[in-house]
DNA sequence: TCGTTGTTTTACCATTTGGTCAAAAGTGAT
DNA sequence: ATCACTTTTGACCAAATGGTAAAACAACGA
């Protein structure tokens, strides 16, 4: 009788467990994006993934930790795109694909997107760790590439860390203050406008 | 015996409710902007203030009451740098001082900051009037005299709303986002190099 | 000093909300 | 069909929260 791991050896998810685990992440992610986390209640969430409170908390231990799971598991997947800019690459174009990259999600992903903002906005209380042990390490490596290709010449002089934030802050924008922009521009597709704005922009920015 | 205006005279408020209409309102944001408008609770505000609860509501018929007239309150304030902009005045200084005022409304506002994106980020449910009513002509008047100016090639050719957008993102970016910044900047101030970046980002952006 | 008005507090209330519990209803292997 | 196990539910609870009522208190002019 082989054990297949330690003592503690956690069963394996059935299929209605991972059904319903993923039916109740993305109704928090619905609930959770619309209103912060204060402003969203577990009878939402319940209602929205179409199964009932107590059945919600067989799966999660409280509502913090639908959110802690949340926000781990979006963690990766947002930061993929600056995972991808290639130190051999072609600077201009790896960080321009960074821009339309980060552009697309805000577009395709807004919930997770207000998620995060919500999350930052309150101070992070719920996700300061990742923010240390996760983003801390990769924007430091972008930030080094980014300073052997000025240093190289190869794009104009700029702070990394300030262009980073300048691409998080103008493309996550679109998604997080969405509310403002569709109050303001009357055009249907908001993004096409954008992407040819940030494409010049950061074009005029670090081109040599 | 002449009376000062129409039917219901509005009798102007005491000291005492000039002081305390004040103090509330001052706990109030620093209690709106740090947990958003579900976050925050009446208690937190009368603790704030050092008034009792019920105290707090002998000045606003409620919660939302409150939250109205901070937004309404502030609303003037925050555009005041927008209305500044000068069409007769050169263009590149122009955006540029705009650009610098947003931003130290950043540093020394950041509670109004975080209280407008907070009620952007909930999709501006008790401030949507003031976004067409205030904002969407100022924005408007703003849009054509930049795109004077591009006409006039006194600077280069660039989408007035993104620009727009692009100048709000970056600038109120180190207010909302101050908890990401502060992980991973550790220079003492931030604004200072945030300052020099964004005074190159749209001097090459709009040089001609 | 009295009465009037404006201000503050004490004691409540109703609802909402995160969470619990035990029983009931599946589910699947033998 | 049975048994062990997982999943679901109805009923409930305690705390938090927005808000109220009425009495107590303060301010102030006549």
Redo the contacts with the bound molecule.
């Keep these: 009788m082989p054990r297949p791991s330690a003592e503690d050896t956690v ?1 394996k998810p ?1 299929r ?2 991972q059904r ?1 685990r993923a039916l109740i992440l993305d109704a928090a992610l619905e609930v959770f994006s619309k209103h912060g986390f204060r402003g ?4 939402q969430i319940a209602e929205q993934a179409g ?5 919600i ?2 799966y999660f231990e ?3 930790d639908i959110h802690v799971t949340l926000l781990n598991r979006l963690m990766d997947a947002w930061l993929a795109p600056m995972r991808e800019i290639d130190p051999n690459g072609q600077p201009l174009e790896e960080i321009l694909r960074y821009v339309q990259r980060k552009l697309e999600m805000s577009r395709e992903y807004p919930r997770e997107s207000r998620l995060f903002a919500n999350e930052i906005l309150q101070g992070a209380p719920r996700i300061g760790s990742h923010l240390d042990r996760t983003l801390k390490p990769l924007v430091n490596d972008t930030v080094k590439i980014i300073e052997d290709w000025v240093a190289q010449k190869r794009i104009a002089k700029v702070d990394a860390h300030h262009l980073i934030f300048s691409i998080w802050a103008t493309t996550q924008h679109y998604a997080d203050f969405d509310a403002q922009v569709q109050a303001l521009v009357s055009e249907s597709n908001v993004h096409v406008g954008a992407w040819e704005f940030l494409d010049t922009l950061y074009r005029r920015l670090l081109s040599v």
């Design positions: 069963p059935s209605i467990q319903n969203a209640t577990l009878d199964l009932s409170k107590p059945n908390l067989y409280g509502k913090e």
